[in-house]
T-cell receptor, first 114, second 113 residues
């Protein structure tokens, strides 16, 4: 099946710094999604990307759908302590037979020091 | 709307016991999913359903069963619990059609000893 390689696995940064993480795949995806998971909670959708080359922002978060459709990245600007958590990328093949199924990356654990 | 709800929040099972993890959504979503999340790993799809009465296997279905008698509910059944099933289980739903954004429940943390 499809595999997503997400990097880095973990990041330790100071408050105010910018963060960048990415996902790559050997398969082409039609949709890329980025989720954040707080401790003890379910993943929460941050950004959804539906078109190759698309660049989408959500507050301090910016994500891009790679031109090759095999990668995506997420940037967080001016990090704050509440950005702490695990960030997951997820790819979706799309189309009638995919039934919305997602393939997830392994996650990036973000720690922000005040 | 409550969104996606899961019960229980935590459970400890002995090897060989059975249990049902409950999942419900009040958003009238057609598609529902069960995932497991092991430490340091992403989410793996166990089973999914595209509507009442229709279910199919995901990536890791062994040891689990599901049913979907209503649009709202999608329970996950463990028949003979094994230590390898110790994990956090998440249920998710998706309105289907052109929208592929899955919405997750808070999870059930299961320990099998």
């Amino acid at each position: 099946g499809q595999q997503l390689n997400q990097s880095p696995q973990s990041m330790f940064i100071q408050e105010g710094e910018d963060v960048s993480m990415n996902c790559t795949s050997s398969s082409i995806f039609n949709t890329w999604l980025w989720y954040k998971q707080d401790p003890g909670e379910g993943p929460v959708l941050l950004i959804a990307l539906y078109k190759a080359g698309e660049l989408t922002s959500n507050g301090r978060l910016t994500a891009q759908f790679g031109i090759t459709r095999k990668d995506s990245f997420l940037n967080i600007s001016a990090s704050i302590p509440s950005d702490v958590g695990i960030y997951f990328c997820a790819g979706q093949l799309g189309g009638g037979t995919s039934y919305g199924k997602l393939t997830f990356g392994q996650g990036t654990i973000l720690t922000v020091h005040p | 709307n409550a969104g996606v709800t899961q019960t229980p929040k935590f459970r400890i099972l002995k090897i060989g016991q059975s249990m049902t993890l409950q999942c419900a959504q009040d958003m009238n979503h057609n598609y529902m999913y069960w995932y497991r999340q092991d430490p340091g790993m992403g989410l793996k799809l166990i089973y999914y359903s595209v509507g009442a009465g229709i279910t199919d296997k995901g990536e890791v279905p062994n040891g689990y069963n599901v049913s979907r008698s209503t649009t709202e509910d999608f329970p996950l059944r463990l028949e003979l619990a094994a230590p390898s099933q110790t994990s956090v289980y998440f249920c998710a739903s998706n309105p289907a059609g052109e929208v592929y954004e899955q919405y997750f429940g808070p999870g059930t943390r299961l320990t099998v000893t």
